[in-house]
């Protein structure tokens, strides 16, 4: 059961990592993002990196403009320690 358990989130935070390097590969070429499998990636993404941006523009000085978008490398930071986590958790 453990096994079947560990599989299935593996499953689902590898499809999270691919959408999510898809969609940073993507965002390098401006006629790329008006396809509509880039409308599906982006819709399967932002709710994940909405929050990022939020929590990362508040702390962000005022008058200060980012000119690259981290939310994506965090995300994937993230994403690793739940994975890791979750495997505690079921293996415990």
């Known amino acids: 059961m453990d096994f079947i358990l560990i599989r299935t989130f593996d499953a689902f935070f590898n499809l999270l990592y691919f959408l999510l390097i898809s969609r940073v590969i ?9 396809t509509r499998i ?10 994940l990196l909405a929050p990022i941006r939020y929590v990362i523009s508040r702390f ?9 978008d981290f939310s994506p490398l965090i995300a994937l930071i993230l994403i690793q320690i739940a994975r890791t986590a979750i495997r505690s958790v079921i293996l415990a």
Not at 38 to 47: H, M, V
Not at 60 to 68: A, H, I, L, P, R
């Open 26 to 34: 993507l965002s390098w070429f401006a006629s790329a993002r008006q």
């Open 60 to 68: 962000q000085s005022e008058g200060v403009g980012m000119m690259f």
């Open 38 to 47: 880039a409308g599906i990636i982006y819709t399967l993404t932002e709710p």
